[in-house]
């Protein structure tokens, strides 16, 4: 089993160096950790009283990861939630914020569990996750990655400039679908069929 640093330094790995995309809402990125995360935690790494880009180019990895297992691993409880959706829920809170614990308590209202979908980590949603675990054994952490999956077809589907995150040029499968599949048995993975089929609509 991963610890919880393996699994940060995997997000490090899968996020890249970086990026400055104007699509991208989150702005400025390194190893997944966007501007506006720096200026949150008030990571001035140049020194010179601002931050900005030149802040987030600096950042290395090892900082990146402590981040990563501070503030998106620790400080939203995902440590309390079951060990199978741990990987992934961290992964999504990395890329999504509190839209992770939101496809979660969602996933927990579809299968009956009454919890309150607010994207934050409290005791009723520990307990609802857990009781959700015992209810699908075996199946929870791939149902949470069957719901980020169809999250990010859904918020492709919402806006045209995230399109490009989920189709590549030749109409395979983008880094977000692939991203989420990590997570997911195999024999849950969309064929390549079945992804062109879902975002044929996009034209």
């Known amino acids: 089993m991963q610890t919880v640093r393996q699994i940060a330094e995997a997000i490090v790995a899968r996020e890249g160096g970086y990026v400055n995309d104007p699509d991208d809402p989150g702005g400025a990125t390194k190893y997944g950790v966007t501007i506006h995360t720096m200026r949150r935690l008030g990571r001035d790494l140049t020194h010179d009283g601002l931050i900005d880009a030149r802040d987030v180019q600096a950042l ?7 981040i990563f297992i501070d503030h998106y691993y620790r400080a939203p409880g995902i440590d309390r939630l079951p060990q199978a959706i741990q990987a992934s ?6 890329n999504a914020g509190s839209h992770a614990v939101k496809i979660l308590q969602r996933l927990i209202r579809d299968m009956r569990i009454e919890i309150a979908v607010d994207g934050v980590i409290g005791p009723q949603t520990v307990q609802a996750s857990f009781a959700a675990e015992a209810a699908a054994p075996g199946h929870f952490a ?7 999956r169809n999250y990010y077809y859904a918020l492709a589907d ?3 400039a995230s399109r490009k995150y989920a189709r590549r040029r030749d109409g395979g499968k983008g880094g977000w679908i692939t991203r989420a599949e990590e997570f997911i048995s195999p024999k849950y993975h969309l064929t390549d069929a079945e992804h062109r089929a879902r975002v044929a609509a996009w034209g």
């Open 89 to 94: 829920v961290f992964d999504m809170y990395v």
């Open 142 to 148: 791939d149902a949470y990655g069957i719901a980020r």
């Open 158 to 160: 919402a806006r045209p």
């Open 60 to 66: 290395g990895r090892e900082e990146a990861t402590r």
